[in-house]
């Protein structure tokens, strides 16, 4: 019997079954991906071991343990559900502190979740919660990305102060104080802000309240001035559907082109059964945006299926071709818990926390396939070498009942650890 086969934006269904184009495990897109991996993520971490006299010392033993990537596998923050009391609320950080090392705030940072609280006077309740959620990631040595200084979409669920449709006069002094006051707030304490989230949006934004983009440089500039956290900006619909692809590429040429070139461009991956993009197709989107020369991340990621082995299958291959491009820094997924995830089959645990497959696959990458835990012996120049991907170490060295421990980061090109007993 013929098969049948429709292709919906590289997603793929056969027999009724959705798939994707590259899912196959012959796929001749893993080889290039893997070696990219091993060329870009990695580097020799070299460990060298004497005795006081500083006399090289062979035979012994060296464990390399990774404790830390470089590179941004993280997920998102709720903080009502961060402050949770109970069981839940303990698993929830229990989960996320043991899996993530990259974190953006669901809500907090955002606009409208600022003034409701001030206006009801609840502000102090509002910033000790988010100090608290800023000090646990400090205390965990997680990345914070701040979600975000601007909204390109006048909504009414996006700005409560005013209606900027209607007062377009208003929009830039009550913005600009908005943003001093967010930064003053967290300066120093964020790897990055999201300067514009939704740059592109659609009917009703900032651009078509003032008549021009150069409000979106003007916010980048004005916050530039304010901070050094880099400034980021970000967008959906371009992986998944690739509707605002070209408008996208356009207006980070815009930003270039008028002193406020982003120091990185932010792409949301809410993928449905109906927008699998096919693995070559977001990598050829990937190498047409880093030709701007800043850094990349998939910055909202999730897949929303009731398949859970096509859910899981997807998430390996985004994460591998992605991780393989050399210009992306970090994979921010929008949510892991059934229980708080904008769309609930997207989560990586089930609301009971039985783990689902995709989150076995996020465990499997991240600390097994992509992970460094290697052990050696010296030889007679007392040196020993491990290809490591790049990161924060423990390298613990044993050698006729004495052991010393010393932390060491890996980054290109690499790293050479002298360790003296």
Known sequence: MRSILILLASTCIC????????????????????????????????????????????????????????????????????????????KYREIFAEHFNKTTFESGF?????????????????????DAMIRFCESRDIGIRGHYLSWAPLSEDSYKPTNYREHPDR??????????????????????????????GWDGTMADATGSDEIYAKIIRHARSKTKTPLWINEGAVLPGG???????????????????????????????????????????????????????????????????LQADYLRDVMTITFSHPSFNAIIMWGFWEGRHWRPNGALWRKDWSIKPCGNVWKKLVFETWWTDEQRTTDAGGSCEVSAFLGDYDIVVEHEGRQVTVNATLDKPGHTATIRF
């Open 243 to 309: 509707d605002r692809i070209e408008a996208y590429e356009k207006m980070v040429r815009h930003l270039f082109e008028n002193d406020a070139g982003p120091d990185g461009i932010g792409f949301m991956a809410h993928f449905k059964n109906n927008s699998l993009r096919s693995i070559d197709g977001l990598r050829e989107i990937y190498d047409r945006f880093a030709r701007f020369g800043v850094p990349l991340q998939l910055t909202e990621f999730d897949i929303d299926t009731t398949d859970e082995q």
């Open 110 to 130: 955002r606009w409208q979740n600022w003034f409701a609280p001030a206006r009801q006077g609840k502000l102090d309740e509002h910033t000790n919660l988010l």
């Open 171 to 200: 929009l830039w002094p009550e913005l600009s104080a908005h943003i001093d006051e967010m930064i003053a707030f967290t300066d120093g304490r964020l790897a990055e802000w999201d300067a514009v989230n939704h740059i592109v």
């Open 15 to 90: 027999f009724g079954q959705v798939t994707y184009e590259g899912r196959g495990e012959d796929a001749p897109w893993r080889k290039g991906a893997n070696r990219r991996i091993e060329e870009i993520r990695k580097a020799p971490l070299k460990v060298k071991v004497f005795d006081p006299q500083g006399v090289s010392i062979r035979g012994a033993e060296v464990h390399v343990r990774m404790r830390r990537h470089a590179f941004g596998f993280g997920n998102i923050l709720n903080p009502r559900t961060f402050q949770l009391d109970g069981p839940d609320g303990r």
